[in-house]
């Protein structure tokens, strides 16, 4: 209650917390490097793999002089959170730890992501940051359609919610009709899921008649997948909503590493929390600001699992500018893809959301779509699985070669690749209720 008639005072604020979000870049930065001495030395004293990684380099804590430093300290990878599955980077007692959430991924063991209470309450933070950026007020009635359980969306998005004080409405991810029918019932103004999962409630309400345009929805947080821009505006289009942005993962904490903001013009990292560099995913070199490479984090307050130098896979780059909207935190671009969804075809890197884009440019398609990868003698063949709409696909095979015909030379002429379009039938590709899969790689392990 408490702090529900606190944050009513500040509904017309445009900061959850002015002072640190708007702070000069310098300041961050200072606070920044007292914060990284302390993880290397709180990781360095409690978790005999961080040591021995460290010992191995010759560092010490106190050889940490400037944010500099960093690029001497060791990565770490998803392998070595699974070679130390379950607890074994944890550096506090079990008994300390009051939550644990963990992401399966697509391969082997899962990983796990154990918080203090101290770390859910950061958690918890960032998140009503993220909210209160995206325009989330205490009097929306959200609806909070992140899977709830051992994934961080749907309890992530639950504590920001609740510490921003709005109508919080649990459903979870799925049933989708009954989605549909509480938002029309309980009027809600906040959607929280997967951009993928946006789009089939789109288009289920669109099957059920109800013009989502219509009812009291206006702004939507999504992430947990790579989205391009151009999905981003299908989904402000159908739903009639601003699409605002969150990015995380359950190796930092979850959602609420990085968010959007009302200017949509780039991801803000909570940087007193995160501090981000790119590398080349390669050389494994420091890129510098503005070039394109994989992101690297170390948590900067962690207590249960610090994370030194954590390899995301995700490709952006980072831009250190003044916001439009006043924050300093240093931004990234939408994530481009991952490294591990980077498909090389004929020489050319591929990233999904890239075709993404390219497909949501032609009308005569859905925006469902499935990459395949084959391989025809030594060559990778890429083939495009999308949607015709209904009745483009009902008019007839002729008019589906047509239309086949001009997304491969969409994709041609944009990218210079060539692809096998595959016009399927309406409702061919399974609808997300979380991540969407978008690549499907048929190749053989080795020769991947
Ligand atoms: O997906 C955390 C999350 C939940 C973020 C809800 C946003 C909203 P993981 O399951 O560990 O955690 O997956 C992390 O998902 O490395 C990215 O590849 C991808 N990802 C997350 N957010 C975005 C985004 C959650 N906004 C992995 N854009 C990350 C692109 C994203 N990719």
């Known amino acids: 209650m408490a702090i529900k008639s606190r944050e009513v005072r500040k509904g017309g604020q445009m900061y959850w917390d002015e ?4 702070m000069p870049a310098a300041e961050i930065q200072k606070f920044q490097l007292r914060k990284l001495k302390e993880t290397v030395a709180w990781a360095y004293e409690r978790v005999p793999f961080y040591r021995r990684k460290l010992d191995e380099k010759g560092i010490k804590p106190n050889g940490i002089k400037s944010l500099e430093d960093i690029a001497r300290l060791p990565l770490t990878v ?42 859910l309450n950061d958690w918890t933070d960032c998140m009503a940051r993220n909210l209160w950026a995206a325009g989330v007020r205490p009097d929306d009635i959200a609806q909070n359609a992140y899977g709830h359980g051992l994934f961080t969306g749907g309890l992530g998005f639950h504590q920001g919610l609740s510490r921003i004080g709005c109508m919080l409405v649990p459903t979870s991810s799925g ?8 938002m029309k019932d309980f009027g809600t103004t906040a959607l929280f899921c997967t951009p993928s999962y946006a ?17 009291p ?20 289009e159908r739903m009639g909503i601003k699409a605002q942005e969150a990015y995380g993962l359950t190796e930092l904490c979850g959602p609420g590493v990085g968010f959007d ?31 394109k490479g994989e992101l690297v984090f170390t948590s900067l307050q962690r207590r249960a699992m610090p994370m030194l130098r954590y390899r995301t896979k995700d490709i952006t780059r980072l831009r250190r500018e003044t916001c439009r909207c006043g924050r300093t935190f240093i931004k990234m671009d939408k994530i481009f893809g991952r490294s591990d969804d980077m498909l090389i075809i004929s020489g050319v890197n591929v990233f999904p959301s890239q075709i993404e884009s390219l497909l949501l440019e032609i009308p005569e398609v859905e925006p469902q779509y499935r990459l395949v990868v084959r391989k025809k003698g030594y ?13 483009i696909y009902d008019a007839g095979p002729e008019r589906r070669l047509q239309i086949a015909a001009k997304v491969t030379a969409h994709i041609k002429g944009m990218m210079g690749i060539g692809v096998d379009v595959d016009l399927v039938e309406p409702k061919f590709i399974n609808r997300s209720e979380g991540k969407a899969l978008r690549v499907v790689d048929e190749r053989p392990k080795h020769l991947r």
């Open 261 to 291: 903001c009302v200017a949509q013009d780039g991801i803000h990292i909570n940087e007193d929390h995160f501090l981000a560099e790119i590398i080349d995913p390669q050389t494994h070199a420091p890129l510098p600001l503005g070039e």
């Open 199 to 215: 789009l089939t409630i789109a288009e289920r309400a669109e099957e059920l008649k109800v013009d989502i345009r219509k009812l």
């Open 19 to 22: 002072k640190l979000e708007t």
């Open 175 to 182: 049933l989708t009709e009954r989605q549909i029918t509480l």
């Open 78 to 119: 998803k392998n070595d959170l699974r070679d130390n599955y379950p607890f074994g980077l944890c550096a506090v007692p079990l008994t300390e730890v009051v939550r644990v959430h963990a992401s399966s991924g697509t391969t082997g063991k899962p990983i796990t992501g154990p918080y203090t209470a101290a770390d």
């Open 379 to 391: 060559l990778d063949q890429l083939i495009v699985q999308v949607e015709g709409r209904k009745e």
């Open 217 to 236: 929805l206006r702004v939507g947080v999504f992430g947990a997948e790579p989205w391009s821009s151009a999905m981003r505006l299908e989904i402000e």
